[in-house]
């Protein structure tokens, strides 16, 4: 069974940082590229950054780029995002999602985690 498991949001100031964790389980973490996404009250579901599970290559957003950092650890099938630099209208919740290489296979979505940014 594919899960895709997302932890670690929260409350946090302003200027705060959070590290989120997603652990991947049920399938072959080099086949597909994970990636973190936000969706804000009201707002459509949007993407961050991305990360290989075969080469480590990632991508971040202009918007978040500075702040937001991707990385991930193959031989705990889990991919992070760490936010510095938190700002309000950061407040989302977070979704992990694995996109496989073969496009045959179907995408999967993990439970988000609520991430609010308020003094």
């Known amino acids: 069974e594919v899960q895709l498991q997302a932890s670690g949001g929260g409350l946090v100031k302003p200027g705060g940082s959070l590290r989120l964790s997603c652990e991947a389980s049920?399938?072959?973490?080099?086949?597909?590229?994970l990636g973190w996404f936000c969706q804000a009250p009201g707002e459509r579901r949007e993407g961050l950054s991305t990360?290989?599970?075969?080469?480590?290559?990632?991508y971040v957003r202009d918007s978040v780029r500075g702040r937001f950092t991707i990385s991930s650890d193959s031989a705990k099938n889990t991919v992070y995002l760490q936010m510095n630099s938190l700002k309000p209208e950061d407040t989302a919740v977070y979704y992990c999602?694995?996109?496989?290489?073969?496009?045959?296979?179907?995408?999967?979505w993990g439970l988000g985690t609520l991430v609010t940014v308020s003094s």
């Open positions: 990360i290989s599970g075969r080469d480590g290559y990632s």
């Open positions: 049920g399938f072959n973490f080099v086949d597909y590229a």
């Open positions: 999602n694995a996109d496989p290489y073969d496009s045959r296979v179907a995408s999967y």
